[in-house]
């Protein structure tokens, strides 16, 4: 059973640009979560996702910051007109359905996507 | 949703030594979570505790709850080298998401 994968694992872009990270959680998993973090600092917590439904946007910043996960295919988090203060490892992680039998609220994490902005 | 804030922020400790960290946090929960993140990687789930539990051990983890006080501890038992890493604690509550703080920072040297 494959983990979490995020992909790219390094992506560099210059300012202006715009940045897309992608997740695809686990088997069986609907609800998916990204976390921002700066060198020596915890994770900060930007949005809580289902199928097709942003649950918690509260830690996303309102501007050039947007998140989806479709009915089919990965969860993408999409940075626009980047800055060199988005450099930052972006964390996804994902957890089963909150409606199943036995769920605890434990966060399976992806390897994280490096962003760059030069 | 609530965050926990650990403490120390740092710990360094000789290979063999026990390994103590405290996390407080302020309102009701369901249970509270441990994670480790080892340098440069994603956060690896520990051990829960629910919160009508008082002790749950796990190999060499040895967690407490004290709802009254709103805290937790994470005991490592003996450590090793291998136990460096950042540990984070993060009180869940209900159809919410984890917030992380920032973590105490481990390193056991050898």
């Known amino acids: 059973n494959a983990g979490v994968m995020q992909n790219p694992r390094h992506l560099v872009r210059r300012r202006g640009q715009e940045a897309r990270l992608r997740c695809s959680p686990m088997?069986?998993?609907?609800?998916v979560y990204w976390y921002r973090q700066l060198p020596e600092e915890g994770l900060k917590f930007m949005v809580y996702?289902?199928?097709?439904?942003?649950?918690?946007e509260s830690g996303m910043p309102k501007e050039r910051f947007s998140a989806e996960f479709p009915k089919e295919g990965p969860s993408i988090l999409r940075i626009q007109q980047v800055v060199r203060g988005d450099s930052a490892a972006y964390f996804c992680?994902?957890?089963?359905?909150?409606?199943?039998?036995?769920?605890?609220?434990?966060?399976?994490f992806g390897e994280g996507s490096r962003l760059t902005v030069l | 949703s609530q965050q926990g804030e650990e403490d120390p922020q740092a710990l360094s400790i000789q290979e063999g030594e026990n390994a103590t960290m405290n996390c407080s946090y302020k309102?009701?929960?369901?249970?509270l979570q441990w994670y480790r993140q080892n340098s440069g990687r994603g956060l690896v789930h520990l051990i829960l505790?629910?919160?009508?539990?008082r002790e749950k051990h796990s190999g060499r983890l040895r967690v407490t709850l004290d709802t009254s006080k709103k805290s937790s501890s994470l005991l490592i038992t003996a450590s090793r080298a291998a136990d460096t890493a950042s540990y984070f604690c993060?009180?869940?509550?209900?159809?919410?998401?984890?917030?992380f703080g920032k973590g105490t920072t481990l390193s056991v040297s050898s």
């Open positions: 996702l289902q199928k097709e439904n942003i649950i918690d």
């Open positions: 088997k069986g998993h609907s609800h």
């Open positions: 993060a009180p869940n509550q209900a159809g919410t998401a984890l917030i």
């Open positions: 505790i629910r919160s009508n539990e």
């Open positions: 309102t009701s929960i369901n249970n």
């Open positions: 992680a994902s957890s089963p359905s909150s409606t199943g039998t036995g769920f605890t609220g434990e966060l399976f």
